[in-house]
């Protein structure tokens, strides 16, 4: 599930799994978690690589901490420079 270079950082959900998701036996608010929990685990391989460690070991204190730096970064720097394009 890596993101392969051709992929944009910020597509989180390719239209090949938005497609897998829609046609999944879930209601609305479960296809909604779905694509959300996808689209976390791809941030959350990008914050475990800039911390250099296993996805396993990131804590809840080094993710709020890249969340601040990132958030930090799109207002200082413009959205950009970010990793999040919101």
Do not use: C
């Not at 270079?5 to 597509?11: D, I, K, V």
């Not at 999944?24 to 929990?37: D, H, I, M, Q, V």
């Not at 070991?57 to 207002?75: G, M, N, S, V």
Request: net charge negative.
């Amino acid at each position: 599930m890596d993101i392969s270079p051709n992929q944009s950082s910020t597509e989180f959900l390719t239209a090949d799994e938005s497609a897998q998701v829609d046609a999944a036996l879930l209601s609305s608010p479960e296809k909604f978690l779905t694509r959300l929990t996808i689209s976390s685990l791809r941030i959350l391989q990008h914050i475990a690589e800039e911390y250099h460690i296993p996805i396993e070991e990131l804590t809840a204190k080094q993710i709020i901490t890249w969340f601040e730096i990132d958030a930090k970064l799109r207002q200082e720097k413009g959205v950009e420079e970010s990793f999040l394009k919101w």
